[in-house]
């Protein structure tokens, strides 16, 4: 049986090969900037679809500049339906890392085809650049594979002697931004363009029949009330009372559930016996690119859902803790975030000590703040 080392357990091995990588690299030579015309570039992103959809950002600037290019992505296969329609990429390779797998709730596989099956494919393609989007060890490992000329990424998590350019990474900084820096290696002036996402048919006709039951002369609404960090959720009492809310002003709602949340979905319904409500468990980011284009608001929290919904252009509201907005990163313009109205013990004495899991601010965030929003938008 295989086995899947953590970056905790390779961490002194990555040390000492980042001490020697970094001296042998004082000998070797590498193109500049000025010279960087991408012909064939692969990104790499194989575990945060949000770390997918802040790429594309990046995409599109670089097809403005270098519209011949050939741009493809290896991606996890949950990220496939958000990239293999976009107008600017040529293909999609997927790819379930199994030592991301682990870490996981999704009803993906790790896929049977092995890392070093994976790296000859690529191979194949002959790409004369790649660029990974998060600073991993064994992703900057997959990219030195490739045999690509240049390789642009973060050495962070070690394996920074393996690129040709490695730029620093801030995990307090938005990684939209951090991926917009990726542009100073090919000598370009980094500007924000909204991203495409084009849901592909299968996805459009699945979401349409799934809402068909849904009335056209009523507000459409979809809730996610799952998906965030621990204490930084909602109660389901007050997902009951958001819903009895949205139904007394004549909206619809549409449940949304992932892998993890079936036992919320389970209490919230099991407690809720309003009409007007609708559910649907385990849509795929496909659908959900697809659903954005077809309600009129969405209400959730922190999570990869709303990171879809909101770049999809879905009006949104999105519940967040205060310390949430920095990092948060949500791409769109019809965006509205409601935040506690006050701060819970364990922040306002800015206990060392308290955790996440501590953090009771979520829970002074009021049914009543949302509704008013959500009245506003039509």
Same mark, same amino acid.
């Given at each position: 049986?295989?086995?899947?080392?953590?970056?905790?357990?390779?961490?002194?091995? *990555?040390?000492?090969? $980042?001490?020697?990588? /970094?001296?042998?690299?004082?000998?070797?030579?590498?193109?500049?900037?000025?010279?960087?015309? %991408?012909?064939?570039? &692969?990104?790499?992103?194989? $575990?945060?679809? #949000?770390?997918?959809?802040?790429?594309?950002?990046?995409?599109?600037?670089? =097809?403005?500049?270098?519209?011949?290019?050939?741009?493809?992505?290896? *991606?996890?296969?949950?990220?496939?339906?958000?990239?293999?329609?976009?107008?600017? *990429?040529?293909? *999609?390779?997927?790819?379930?890392? %199994?030592?991301?797998?682990?870490?996981?709730?999704?009803?993906?596989? %790790?896929?049977?085809?092995?890392?070093?099956?994976?790296?000859?494919?690529?191979?194949?393609?002959?790409?004369?650049?790649?660029?990974?989007?998060?600073? $991993?060890?064994?992703?900057?490992?997959?990219?030195?594979?490739?045999?690509?000329?240049?390789?642009?990424?973060?050495?962070?998590?070690?394996?920074?002697?393996?690129?040709?350019?490695?730029?620093?990474?801030?995990?307090?900084?938005?990684?939209?931004?951090?991926?917009? $820096?990726?542009? +100073?290696?090919?000598?370009?002036?980094?500007?924000?363009?909204?991203?495409?996402?084009?849901?592909?048919?299968?996805?459009?006709?699945?979401?349409?029949?799934?809402?068909?039951?849904?009335?056209? /002369?009523?507000?459409?609404?979809?809730?996610?009330?799952?998906?965030?960090?621990?204490?930084?959720?909602?109660?389901?009492?007050?997902?009951?009372?958001?819903?009895?809310?949205?139904?007394?002003?004549?909206?619809?709602?549409?449940?949304?559930?992932?892998?993890?949340?079936?036992?919320? &979905?389970?209490?919230?319904?099991?407690?809720?016996?309003?009409?007007?409500?609708?559910?649907?468990?385990?849509? +795929?980011?496909?659908?959900?690119?697809?659903?954005?284009?077809?309600?009129?608001?969405?209400?959730?929290?922190?999570?990869?859902?709303?990171?879809?919904?909101?770049?999809? =252009?879905?009006?949104?509201?999105?519940? #967040?803790?205060?310390?949430?907005?920095?990092?948060?990163?949500?791409? =769109?313009?019809?965006?509205?975030?409601?935040?506690?109205? /006050?701060?819970?013990?364990?922040?306002? #004495?800015?206990?060392?000590?308290?955790?996440?899991?501590?953090?009771?601010?979520? +829970?002074?965030?009021?049914?009543?703040?949302?509704?008013?929003?959500?009245?506003?938008?039509?």
């Amino acid at each position: 049986m295989p086995v899947h080392l953590s970056l905790t357990q390779m961490k002194p091995w *990555v040390r000492a090969l $980042d001490s020697m990588g /970094s001296w042998l690299r004082r000998f070797r030579h590498y193109p500049s900037n000025e010279h960087i015309s %991408p012909k064939k570039l &692969l990104f790499i992103c194989l $575990d945060d679809i #949000t770390e997918v959809i802040r790429l594309l950002p990046f995409l599109q600037l670089l =097809g403005e500049h270098f519209p011949t290019g050939q741009y493809d992505f290896l *991606v996890g296969d949950w990220s496939q339906p958000l990239v293999k329609n976009h107008p600017m *990429v040529d293909s *999609v390779i997927g790819f379930n890392a %199994p030592w991301l797998m682990q870490h996981m709730i999704s009803p993906e596989l %790790p896929s049977k085809q092995g890392f070093y099956n994976l790296v000859w494919e690529i191979r194949r393609k002959q790409y004369d650049t790649v660029v990974c989007a998060r600073p $991993d060890f064994r992703m900057n490992l997959l990219s030195a594979f490739t045999g690509a000329p240049i390789r642009i990424g973060h050495g962070a998590s070690g394996g920074g002697f393996l690129l040709t350019h490695d730029l620093p990474w801030n995990p307090q900084k938005n990684s939209l931004n951090m991926h917009m $820096d990726f542009a +100073s290696v090919f000598n370009i002036r980094p500007y924000y363009i909204a991203p495409k996402i084009v849901p592909c048919d299968d996805d459009v006709q699945t979401t349409k029949s799934m809402i068909k039951g849904l009335s056209s /002369s009523h507000p459409i609404v979809v809730v996610y009330p799952g998906g965030s960090h621990v204490g930084e959720n909602w109660s389901p009492q007050k997902y009951i009372e958001l819903i009895a809310g949205l139904n007394q002003s004549d909206k619809q709602v549409l449940l949304l559930g992932g892998p993890g949340e079936t036992d919320l &979905l389970n209490t919230i319904t099991e407690d809720y016996s309003g009409a007007l409500l609708q559910i649907w468990n385990f849509p +795929s980011y496909g659908e959900i690119a697809a659903l954005a284009t077809m309600i009129n608001t969405y209400i959730g929290t922190v999570s990869s859902t709303s990171q879809i919904m909101t770049a999809a =252009g879905a009006p949104s509201i999105i519940l #967040t803790r205060e310390s949430d907005l920095p990092s948060s990163g949500f791409i =769109g313009s019809r965006i509205e975030t409601i935040n506690p109205l /006050s701060c819970c013990s364990h922040c306002r #004495t800015l206990n060392p000590e308290s955790t996440r899991s501590s953090c009771e601010c979520m +829970s002074h965030i009021t049914v009543e703040q949302v509704l008013k929003i959500c009245c506003r938008k039509k």
